[in-house]
């Protein structure tokens, strides 16, 4: 530990508001000396934004977003300080801080993670490819084997196929022997393709709920993942017509933009908990939160290790020019994720 120094840089989320009020790069907050037990100092190479990180800056009150603290979750880094745990000084890896009372953010020179939050970064991925792979590929990886236990042979419609969540989807479907049915703008129908759908539905073209509706693949789908995070209630309200009787419609949240989405919400909770002869719908729905797991971190160390699912990445920042990586995000046009280089040495 001689070499760490006291302090370091790092960006806080100070106070509720968009990333330009909420956010401070402060020179001079103290690395963690006193580590728990299972938890691991990491110097920090590379972070990556989620739409999350944005949106919690504007939405939640201080007291409950623990203010202030460091911002964003995802990282690369070499291992500082095992700990005692199965890590070493010195190990290549990239994972997912879980905030406090576990750590602080992924944007600061070092961080602190627990031990099953991290996996080895194989030598094909970059310190910028693998920072961004924690959040989006673990909601992939759990939305479609822990939530739709989708199998080899099985298909799969991922609504958003060009969000990050839904590129990884797309990859380890494909990985894992699934057919997948994917949807974008026309922009992004080669960046899906390339990401293996089988299948590409441009979403700005048609109403999707309608269209699926009237042209049912056969068999349905044995399981939906709506990636975008869409409010309005149509894909699940049809979905009996284009899933399959125990298929589970999973979504990543709804997520409203403001006080106007609140019928839409509603809504979307009726169908949810109606019995079906009174409105519900008669397929399950399950909403993702993901928790990282050793096992699942491994299995995905693996597939990128052996290039069955590579890392997408939209744009890479400075440090310094974090603000800009969030007007990037904030776009909602991103494809592929938004890195902020903390060493601008690496690659
Ligand atoms: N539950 C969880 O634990 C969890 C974890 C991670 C993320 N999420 C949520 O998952 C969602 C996706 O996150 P992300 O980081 O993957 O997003 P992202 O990469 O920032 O998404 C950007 C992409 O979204 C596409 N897009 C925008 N509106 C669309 C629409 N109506 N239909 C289809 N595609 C659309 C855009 O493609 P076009 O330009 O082609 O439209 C763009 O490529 C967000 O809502 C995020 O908050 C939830």
């Not at 939405?59 to 300080?81: C, H, K, S, Y």
């Amino acid at each position: 530990m001689s070499s760490v120094p006291s302090t370091q840089r790092a960006w806080r989320v100070v106070t509720r508001g968009p990333p330009s009020k909420a956010l401070k790069f402060v020179t001079d907050l103290p690395v963690p000396t006193k580590l728990e037990s299972g938890h691991v100092l990491v110097k920090v190479e590379a972070a990556a934004l989620n739409p999350i990180g944005y949106k919690l800056m504007k939405w939640l009150p201080n007291f409950v977003a623990r203010r202030p603290i460091t911002a964003e979750q995802d990282l690369a880094g070499t291992v500082v300080d095992g700990n005692g745990t199965r890590w070493k000084a010195g190990d290549a890896v990239w994972g997912i801080t879980l905030g406090k009372p576990h750590g602080e953010g992924a944007m600061s020179e070092y961080a602190v993670l627990p031990q099953h939050c991290l996996a080895g970064r194989p030598p094909n991925v970059t310190p910028t490819q693998a920072a961004g792979i924690a959040t989006t590929a673990l909601t992939a990886y759990e939305a479609l084997f822990d939530s739709a236990h989708l199998k080899e042979g099985q298909t799969v419609f991922i609504n958003g196929g060009s969000t990050a969540v839904g590129a990884y989807a797309i990859q380890l479907a494909k990985a894992r022997g699934l057919r997948v049915v994917a949807t974008a703008s026309e922009r992004n129908r080669e960046f899906v393709t390339k990401m293996g759908a089988d299948e590409f539905i441009d979403y700005t073209k048609v109403d999707l709920a309608a269209h699926l509706s009237s042209n049912p693949p056969s068999p349905k789908f044995d399981g939906v993942l709506e990636a975008v995070g869409l409010i309005g209630n149509d894909l699940y309200a049809q979905s009996e017509k284009y899933l399959a009787p125990g298929g589970v419609f999973v979504s990543v949240g709804p997520q409203p933009e403001g006080l106007s989405d609140a019928g839409k919400f509603t809504k979307l909770l009726y169908n949810i908990s109606a019995p079906r002869w009174f409105g519900g719908i008669n397929r399950k729905w399950s909403v993702l939160a993901f928790s990282p797991r050793e096992e699942v971190m491994t299995d995905l160390h693996n597939l990128f290790a052996e290039g069955k699912v590579k890392p997408i990445i939209d744009s890479v920042y400075a440090f310094e020019d974090a603000l800009k990586a969030y007007d990037r995000i904030m776009t909602k046009r991103a494809t592929g994720k938004v890195i902020v280089k903390v060493d601008p040495n690496v690659e």
